[in-house]
Structures are given as C-alpha cells and as structure tokens.
C-alpha cells in the first residue's frame, strides 16, 4: 500500500508534518486542543483542518465528516507513564487517551475495510516509561492493537519487541535521538502496526552488520558568529514541557546540559536553540504573540524530527516495496505463543536470531553526527542569562542539599557569583529575611528565589 493520506492525533506542533514533507504524505487533519500548539498549526498549515477533541474522532470518521486515511499518527500524552508524572497509568484520564486511540484505529480500519481498502498503518510515540507503567498500559495498548483474547500481562517490558497478532502486527523499539544528527540525549519508544500482511519489523529493526557506533566528542570550547562559547556536555538531556518555568529544578540544572557560557557569560537555551535540538527550522514556533514559555513547553513537548524523517522513509520504502524480510523464527529463544498470537520480547541488544543478527538497540546502524555548536546562537535574549545572584543561588542549593555537579559548571558560577555587587547582596538578605515577594517579580527572580 503506497501512503497518500495521513491522519494526526495528539498533534502538538506537528513534528511529523515537518519530518515527512518530502515523502508525499499528505496529512488530512490535525487533533489537537491546546491553544498555543493550535495557534502553531493554524499559522503553518492553514489549509489543514484541526478536528479538536481526539474523543470525538472515530463518530467523524465513522459519518466520513474526516477521511479515513492510510497511516494515523499520534503520540496520546505521556504524562501518566512519564517517571516525571503521577505514575497513575490507566487510572488516570490521560492515560485512558491511549486505549481511545486504539478506537480511533479500529473506527478507522472499519471504514477502510467497507470499502475494499488496506488496513491502515498505526504510528505511535511515547516515553519510556509506559513500559513500566504499574497498570500494564503498555500491555493492554498492544493487546488491543494486535487484536488478542487477553491482555499480556507484564511487570516490565523490553525495549524492542513484536506480536504477531490475529488482527495486526505490533512492533516496538526504542530509539535515541542524539544518533539521529540532533545534540539531544532523548530516549523514547516508537510503536508500528497494520494488518495481518504488514510487517512492522522491517521498518523498526535493522540487520546488524556495522561496528556498533558511538557518540562523537564534540568541542566544548569554540567560536561562533563572533561570539566565544563554552557548553558542558556533547549534548544535552532530555528538552522537557516545563523547562521554561521550572528550569532550575532538575538534574540539568547540575550537570550543566542545559546551560551555555557566551562571552563569558552563563545562560539557559533559547527557544531558537531548543527548536533546532529537536529538529525544527528555526523560530518554527516563533509566531504572532508567542511568549517563550509556550514555546518551551510545545517544543519540550513534541518529537525529535530527525527521528521521526527517518522512520518515515523507511515507512515509505517498505510501503512501496518488496524487501529482502527479517525472518523471525517462531523457536527464537525470545518468542513465546499463546492462544492467539506470537511474541517476540528483544531488549536492548544484538539479537541472533537463526543467521540474523538484529539491530534492536536504541542505536541505528548508521549514525548522524551532531554537536552543541551545531544549535548554538549569538543572539540570545538578554533576560535568559543568569545574573551572579542567581548563580551563588544555585551554588546555594548544591551546598545546603548536597547535590553533585559538573565540576566545570561549578567554577563558571562560582567565578560569576563572585562578581555581586554590595547592593545585591543586600538585596539577596533583605528577600530571605522577608519571606515573600510582589506579584511584579521577574521571571528570572521567581527562579532565583526557588534556588536560594
């Protein structure tokens, strides 16, 4: 089945309109609710409807008001299986987003099959997490999609794997972005399915005849647009919603991925920089009445296009052609069967299957180089740099909770916290003291009074 049309759920910013621009797909309709990723869409695809409430979408492709297209994608949110999250999973509404996403499939397939179509392709994106979801989500997703009698029941499930199942083949795995040509230390899982004649394996896994690839050391200390720099890491961690909020809160803030020295100055990322660490063109979300935070948070929210490209064009080749396929054997030592269905449970390995070796790893066989200075910009807002009170503050922090941190990022806020002047230090006693502060307070106090 060649893909024409294209269906998105949970839409964001739409990073796989990005990522598949040039494939020929072409998305029919966007759900989404938010207000600032809605306002994103509208501006950058105005000739693409937004349906809204995803709870809404089988009825409207049940009543054909909306296509049922050749491939659905969606990433149902990820909060109740994040490990940063309420760890709730099918008890709590978001987490229920993911079984109504397996409704939105089938109202799909129903349509297409009445009408002499394939099945449609599912594809399907979330945190690592939801493999360890303490209610099983993971397992009655995949149960559903494959079609089973019962749900599989597991306390912990790997990291790659496929069921072949009596209504469609399911395959997982996860996958890396700093492999793909972005900085970016972003780990999440990638689910593939379609009918009883598609083979998701083909596309999510490799056969392994390379040496296994390792990251490249890249320049902390370079110059760029005529500005000096310094960054801590080769790449950073894992762009998250609330970055621009509570930015100081997490373990980035300490191992310094999150922060670059520009002329000897320390600061955060910028929006612009975050858009190119998960591989958007630049000021993609620099819209009309954007403030940063909405851009941090869509942008900590959306995929990694590179990616997502990347499994598009494997998507595409194997939609359109007959490949050489991975034989999996039902004896493998990491299949088992049940009534209905065969599993094959991989992890994060080489796996030797009969004369294969498969690439189940969350590292692709050809790897991408990438670097800080790749993303890095000169012209930074001012009010994202931090002042020397918020550096002691943050030293503060390290020191009173016994915190580690990367030793060079110490001596920069070190140096720069050295450089308070009477006034600020006065300042800085007067608010611990008090306790409290006006309405009026800048962002960047609201974090440096979290810090100290």
């Given at each position: 089945?060649?893909?024409?049309?294209?269906?998105?759920?949970?839409?964001?910013?739409?990073?796989?309109?990005?990522?598949?621009?040039?494939?020929?797909?072409?998305?029919?309709?966007?759900?989404?609710?938010?207000?600032?990723?809605?306002?994103?869409?509208?501006?950058?695809?105005?000739?693409?409807?937004?349906?809204?409430?995803?709870?809404?979408?089988?009825?409207?492709?049940?009543?054909?008001?909306?296509?049922?297209?050749?491939?659905?994608?969606?990433?149902?949110?990820?909060?109740?299986?994040?490990?940063?999250?309420?760890?709730?999973?099918?008890?709590?509404?978001?987490?229920?987003?993911?079984?109504?996403?397996?409704?939105?499939?089938?109202?799909?397939?129903?349509?297409?099959?009445?009408?002499?179509?394939?099945?449609?392709?599912?594809?399907?994106?979330?945190?690592?997490?939801?493999?360890?979801?303490?209610?099983?989500?993971?397992?009655?997703?995949?149960?559903?999609?494959?079609?089973?009698?019962?749900?599989?029941?597991?306390?912990?499930?790997?990291?790659?794997?496929?069921?072949?199942?009596?209504?469609?083949?399911?395959?997982?795995?996860?996958?890396?972005?700093?492999?793909?040509?972005?900085?970016?230390?972003?780990?999440?899982?990638?689910?593939?399915?379609?009918?009883?004649?598609?083979?998701?394996?083909?596309?999510?896994?490799?056969?392994?005849?390379?040496?296994?690839?390792?990251?490249?050391?890249?320049?902390?200390?370079?110059?760029?647009?005529?500005?000096?720099?310094?960054?801590?890491?080769?790449?950073?961690?894992?762009?998250?919603?609330?970055?621009?909020?509570?930015?100081?809160?997490?373990?980035?803030?300490?191992?310094?991925?999150?922060?670059?020295?520009?002329?000897?100055?320390?600061?955060?990322?910028?929006?612009?920089?975050?858009?190119?660490?998960?591989?958007?063109?630049?000021?993609?979300?620099?819209?009309?009445?954007?403030?940063?935070?909405?851009?941090?948070?869509?942008?900590?929210?959306?995929?990694?296009?590179?990616?997502?490209?990347?499994?598009?064009?494997?998507?595409?080749?194997?939609?359109?052609?007959?490949?050489?396929?991975?034989?999996?054997?039902?004896?493998?030592?990491?299949?088992?069967?049940?009534?209905?269905?065969?599993?094959?449970?991989?992890?994060?390995?080489?796996?030797?299957?009969?004369?294969?070796?498969?690439?189940?790893?969350?590292?692709?066989?050809?790897?991408?180089?990438?670097?800080?200075?790749?993303?890095?910009?000169?012209?930074?807002?001012?009010?994202?740099?931090?002042?020397?009170?918020?550096?002691?503050?943050?030293?503060?922090?390290?020191?009173?909770?016994?915190?580690?941190?990367?030793?060079?990022?110490?001596?920069?806020?070190?140096?720069?916290?050295?450089?308070?002047?009477?006034?600020?230090?006065?300042?800085?006693?007067?608010?611990?003291?008090?306790?409290?502060?006006?309405?009026?307070?800048?962002?960047e106090q609201l974090s440096l009074f979290d810090l100290i």
């Amino acid at each position: 089945m060649k893909i024409k049309s294209v269906g998105s759920v949970c839409s964001g910013i739409e990073a796989a309109s990005v990522a598949w621009a040039s494939f020929g797909f072409n998305f029919k309709w966007f759900s989404e609710i938010a207000d600032f990723p809605s306002r994103v869409l509208s501006f950058r695809y105005p000739d693409i409807p937004n349906i809204g409430d995803m709870n809404y979408i089988p009825e409207k492709i049940l009543s054909e008001m909306i296509c049922s297209p050749d491939l659905i994608c969606g990433g149902t949110p990820c909060q109740a299986f994040s490990l940063a999250g309420w760890k709730n999973g099918l008890l709590d509404d978001r987490g229920n987003l993911t079984l109504k996403f397996v409704d939105i499939i089938e109202a799909n397939d129903a349509k297409r099959t009445s009408k002499g179509k394939e099945q449609s392709i599912v594809f399907w994106e979330n945190v690592e997490g939801v493999l360890t979801d303490k209610t099983n989500a993971f397992g009655c997703f995949i149960s559903s999609l494959a079609g089973l009698q019962e749900i599989i029941e597991r306390k912990k499930w790997p990291s790659a794997g496929l069921i072949q199942g009596p209504k469609r083949n399911v395959a997982w795995r996860v996958l890396d972005a700093k492999y793909f040509g972005v900085p970016q230390q972003r780990k999440r899982l990638y689910l593939l399915a379609g009918g009883k004649d598609y083979h998701p394996e083909d596309v999510l896994f490799e056969i392994h005849k390379n040496p296994t690839p390792i990251f490249p050391k890249g320049q902390l200390l370079f110059s760029k647009e005529g500005c000096s720099f310094e960054v801590f890491r080769e790449y950073t961690d894992c762009l998250y919603s609330a970055y621009g909020t509570k930015w100081n809160g997490n373990a980035a803030a300490y191992n310094g991925s999150l922060f670059i020295v520009q002329n000897n100055r320390i600061r955060r990322l910028s929006p612009l920089e975050e858009e190119r660490l998960m591989g958007f063109p630049d000021n993609y979300t620099n819209i009309e009445g954007a403030k940063r935070t909405n851009r941090y948070q869509a942008i900590g929210n959306s995929w990694a296009v590179p990616v997502i490209s990347w499994l598009g064009e494997r998507i595409m080749k194997n939609s359109n052609n007959k490949l050489d396929r991975i034989q999996l054997p039902k004896d493998a030592l990491f299949a088992s069967e049940g009534l209905d269905y065969t599993l094959f449970e991989f992890g994060k390995d080489y796996e030797m299957l009969g004369d294969l070796q498969i690439n189940c790893t969350s590292i692709p066989e050809f790897i991408i180089p990438s670097s800080m200075e790749d993303i890095v910009s000169s012209d930074a807002p001012e009010d994202i740099y931090i002042s020397p009170v918020g550096c002691e503050g943050i030293l503060r922090r390290k020191r009173e909770r016994n915190l580690r941190i990367n030793p060079r990022l110490e001596e920069v806020l070190a140096s720069i916290s050295s450089e308070m002047s009477y006034e600020e230090i006065e300042k800085k006693s007067r608010v611990q003291k008090r306790g409290r502060f006006s309405k009026q307070t800048s962002e960047e106090q609201l974090s440096l009074f979290d810090l100290i």
